[in-house]
Every structure is written in C-alpha cells, then in structure tokens.
C-alpha cells in the first residue's frame, strides 16, 4: 500500500461523534439495500475494475484532476494520493452530495473536518488511481517508522503556558514531572504508557495535545504511578528502578517527543486490551469489560469516548464506545483494577463490528484507543437544571454524567433523563436508574416506549414537541442544559424542536450519531 497512515476512523455518524448542538453535523442517508459496509467490502473484493484505470497507478496533474468531478467521474486526492470516488458514491453513509464536494479537488481538508480518522486506504484501496504529481514532491514529507531512535529535538520553548516536563532521581525511583503551567480543563487527560522500556506520556489540554515520547535509559518495572495536581497543572510520574544505580540521563527522545500539537494533527494511540468479561445486560447488548496493559495509566473524562480497532472480513474497521461505570457490570467492583474499561454495547445481527466483537471469546485482545470528544463541563459549572435526552444506546454518555452532576456540581437541584426505547425489555440499566431516582430527591427518569405492552402504564409516544413541552420545565430564575443522544434523525430534530421552544445554541449539547 502506498504511503499508509495512521489513524482510523468509525463510519462517520457515529453516536459517540461529540459536537457542540451549534456545528452542522455530518447527515446520513438511507442506504440501497446490499448497500452496507460490508457490502462494500465484498464489492471491493470482487475484481471488478475500481480505479477506471486497470490496475495502472499514474502520476496526476492539477489540470487533470480537476477535469473528473462528475457523478460518473469524481477523483479527489487526500493527502497526495488520487482516489476515484464514483463506485463508493452508493455506499457512503454521508451520500452522494457530501461526496461531490470533494470531487476534482484536493479533499484533504474537508475530509479532515468531517472525519479525519477514517482509514480511507484501506476502505479505498482499490479506488486508488495514483499520486499527485506535485503534492507529493511538496507536501507529503517522509515517514518516519515507529520506535526509531531521533536526535534529540529542538525543545518546546518554555513561554507562558507552554507545557514543560523535568525529572528526578534516587538510586531506587525515577520521577517525570509534566508542568501545564496551569489548571487542568475539566477536559483535560493524562495518559501514560510504559511498554518495552519505552515511555509515552500524552497530556489533552482542550484542543492541545502534549507529549513525551522517550526510550528510557535503563530497565524499570513494568507499573507506575501517577498522581495529578489538578489546581497546578502538574502530573508527577514515578518508576521504579530495576538496578539501584543513577541514570545519566532519562532517555532517549523518541517520535514527536516534548511536542505541543493541535489534537487533531495527533494519531490515535491503540492499546491492546485484554477482554475479560461478557456480562449480558438484555436480549442484544452486553458490557465488556476491557483491561489495559500493565504500564498503562489513563484518566477518562466524562463524556469521552473511545474507538475500537479490528480486523473484519480483511479490513480494519473502527467503531466509537462510551465507557460506562464499572458498577453496572455484574461483578463486583475492584479497586485494583481502576485501569478497567466497561462499554456498553448492543450487538446487531446483521452489522458488521458487534457481531465479530461479541463472538470474541474473553481472554482476546482488543485494540482500544485512547479518549475522543469535545464534550466539555464547564457549561455546567452554574446550571440549575440538567435535562438528558437520550434514546437506546444513547444513554452511555449520560451514564457517568448523571452521578458526576449529582456529586460535584451543587448549583443543580434538578435532573431529569428521559429515556425513550421500543419496548419495555429494551430499557438499559433500568434497575440502576430507577433505585437512584428512588434514593435522590434532585433526579428523576422517565421512561417513554414507541411500542409498548398491555400492561405499560407509563408515557407511550415518540421524540415530539408536546413531550418536550411537557417534560422540560424552565422554572423561571433558572438556567438550564440539555444533552441529547441517540440516532441521528433522533437527535436531530431533538435540537431542533428544543431551539423552537426557546433553548439557546449555548443551553444545549448534541452527542452526534
């Protein structure tokens, strides 16, 4: 394959896609039957002809590039190399308009705004026309291989605000001090791997990623610890020395170590997780519960997601989850193993991920990244009221914000999830949400089913503007938020609905399916 990247992406439109209610989100369209992914997988894999060009891979001009921009003809380049979109138009979840807006040009750009992980060459592998003729002269630079030893790089210059990092030693323990130079956004992360000898911290500063990336100059155990500062901005790593001797340095830089990046210009970090437990919740989903490598230490803020990588019928394909608490796993909790990932998953029968997912068998490995998303907690730092509007699967993200609000925000008095479902077997974590309404006076849920049974007493209906009207009070004095997430035209005319009945762009948040 030719100049192969890094990072992957779920099918754009995904329920964990976070984006604030006001950014136009990323539509899907109602696919041809045998249209699917998988589909297009077995379609790709038929002989037939992709490129137009028999195999041939050539060198493309601007000029000619701009002359294939029809239905029937549509090339774009990403990242220098020419892809010939018109057999994949039918597939594409995002349909066939969003796709001509890139045809007969230079799609980088867009295609980073929309869906910057998505692993294009592998989904357009035998689309691939050729190379740019001057991109790849000018733009694409060098690759260079993992773990390769680098000379020591020009250092992050220590200005106001700039990320730096110091270390320290005894005979026994090596410290790695990580100063932000100031508080830790409520969206901000650690993450720390230690694997090989090679040590790898990431900071997530908002839109800002951090990073020390060091071969480490002699042997330390296999753990670590990390412990935070969070008023200070500061992180303190400690590893234990194998040999008690003093290092003459910590190590040697490695790819894109002591860098300060955008996030989005940062490739997706996968680690291979242990699966350790199926624990069935009803009829089709489950929670796994994934256990991260030993070295591994990571916080995951609320409302974060994370992808999971695997190879599918021969090509790579990634799907988004929303952690879930660990208390609502069957088994019991274990506070020694805080590194554990519980995710929430419904297996579809005729999808293409949770039915390889779900036949894992528990001690597989799982490729697991680390946290995504924008969602952020400062909008709820003075509200009153926390409505959660949440449909299916939607609720994962809603399941670790409800206890975060009730703890540690204390202007809220009022939280109300309404929870819509087909039927009454279909209702996640009911027990959970119903002895918390029962047990805290400030939260309420109310569940509401398209297709109930005889015995339902509750509210029957679907997402509409009474139900809205009725359910989400704005007391007067208040000031309030809503989350909202489930399938995207679910979503979708949740918010709009919300902005008719008066709820500002800064009162609402869409996690974005």
């Not at 038929?46 to 137009?52: N, Q």
Request: charged share 25%; net charge neutral.
């Amino acid at each position: 394959m030719l100049n192969p990247a890094s990072q992957s992406f779920p099918l754009p439109g995904s329920q964990q896609r976070v984006a604030p209610s006001g950014q136009s989100a990323r539509k899907k369209v109602a696919l041809k039957p045998g249209h699917s992914l998988l589909d297009w997988i077995r379609f790709s894999k038929s002989g037939r002809d992709l490129s137009g060009l028999r195999g041939r891979l050539v060198e493309v001009t601007q000029e000619e590039l701009q002359k294939h921009a029809t239905r029937d003809d549509c090339w774009t380049s990403i990242r220098g190399m020419v892809y010939n979109l018109s057999p994949y138009m039918d597939y594409h979840p995002g349909g066939e308009e969003e796709l001509m807006k890139a045809g007969g040009t230079d799609g980088t750009g867009l295609f980073d705004q929309v869906h910057r992980w998505v692993n294009y060459e592998s989904m357009l592998k035998e689309c691939l026309v050729g190379r740019m003729a001057t991109v790849m002269k000018a733009v694409i630079p060098a690759q260079t291989p993992t773990g390769l030893l680098l000379p020591d790089p020009v250092p992050v210059p220590d200005r106001d605000g700039q990320p730096r990092y110091d270390w320290f030693q005894t005979d026994a323990t090596v410290q790695v001090v990580v100063y932000a130079k100031k508080k830790f956004p409520s969206t901000g992360c650690s993450l720390v791997d230690l694997e090989s000898g090679v040590l790898r911290v990431e900071l997530l500063l908002e839109k800002l990623s951090y990073m020390i990336h060091l071969r480490l100059a002699d042997s330390v155990e296999d753990n670590i610890s990390v412990s935070t500062a969070v008023s200070v901005g500061k992180t303190q790593l400690t590893m234990q020395k194998q040999a008690k001797r003093k290092w003459a340095r910590l190590g040697q830089p490695l790819e894109g170590h002591n860098t300060l990046l955008p996030k989005t210009d940062r490739a997706l970090y996968y680690r291979d997780c242990l699966l350790v437990s199926k624990t069935e919740v009803n009829r089709n989903t489950s929670i796994f519960r994934m256990r991260l490598p030993r070295g591994t230490v990571r916080h995951l803020p609320v409302g974060k997601h994370v992808f999971l990588k695997a190879l599918v019928h021969e090509a790579e394909v990634v799907r988004p989850y929303t952690p879930v608490e660990p208390r609502l796993a069957a088994a019991p909790w274990d506070p020694l193993r805080e590194s554990d990932i519980y995710l929430l998953i419904k297996v579809y029968p005729d999808g293409l991920f949770t039915p390889y997912l779900s036949s894992l068998p528990v001690g597989a490995h799982v490729s697991v990244s680390g946290p995504e998303g924008a969602f952020s907690l400062r909008p709820l730092d003075d509200i009153t009221h926390l409505y959660l509007v949440a449909a299916g699967t939607g609720l994962t993200p809603m399941l670790r914000l409800v206890p975060l609000a009730l703890q540690d925000i204390e202007s809220i008095s009022k939280i109300k999830l309404l929870f819509f479902n087909r039927r009454e077997e279909d209702i996640l974590c009911r027990r959970d949400l119903d002895e918390l309404a029962a047990t805290r006076e400030s939260f309420e849920v109310e569940h509401v089913l398209s297709e109930p049974g005889g015995g339902w007493t509750g509210r029957r209906g679907r997402i509409d503007d009474a139900v809205l009207r009725d359910s989400l009070c704005r007391p007067a004095g208040s000031k309030c938020c809503v989350c909202v997430c489930g399938p995207a035209p679910f979503t979708e005319l949740t918010v709009r609905l919300l902005k008719q009945q008066g709820f500002g762009e800064e009162e609402l948040h869409a996690f974005q399916d």
